[in-house]
């Protein structure tokens, strides 16, 4: 994994807080986007606190359910890129298939069909922007 963090740069320069974050596309890979999310959220924090307890765990639970259907429908090398906006938390996933999501049905025996609902719900926009190599899948939360 290659982490860029641009929190000093970006706050003597007056902009908003960002990280990039690549990822090889293993299981475990999931664990780490989402232990990078919350150290991103942390930091943040520190600077701007959340106007809701509950945007923090939304924010998290939004990039461990992109970076599971990343590692799971697209072989090979995924990106999480997170930036604070003006009100709130600008997260790309960036993978290897280029395929849009879609949603499936749910199965109760824990066999899915949630996530993509779960991704609609919490954030206040989302778009799939397809590309020759792959796919960026942009979220916005609020923070």
């Known amino acids: 994994m290659t982490t860029d963090h641009r929190w000093q740069e970006n ?10 974050m690549r990822y090889r596309g293993e299981l475990h ?22 106007s809701a307890p509950e945007h923090r765990d939304d924010i998290v639970l939004v990039v461990a359910e992109l970076t599971a259907n990343a590692v799971q429908y697209a072989p090979g090398p995924f990106e ?7 009100d ?3 997260v790309v996933v960036q993978d290897t298939s280029g395929t849009p999501p879609t949603p499936r049905p749910f199965h109760r025996d824990g066999g899915g069909g949630v996530g993509w609902y779960l991704i609609q719900s919490l954030c206040s926009q989302v778009s799939v922007v397809t590309q020759p190599d792959g796919k960026e899948i942009h979220v916005f939360l609020p923070w």
């Not at 890979?29 to 959340?50: K, M």
Request: glycine share 4%; aromatic share 4%; proline share 7%.
């Open 80 to 86: 999480v890129r997170l930036r604070r906006t003006f």
């Open 88 to 90: 709130g938390v600008h």
């Open 11 to 20: 706050a003597a320069s007056g902009k908003d807080p960002e990280q990039a």
């Open 29 to 50: 890979d999931v664990t780490d986007a989402r232990l990078d999310t919350e150290s991103f959220l942390d930091d943040l924090a520190r600077v701007a606190p959340p």
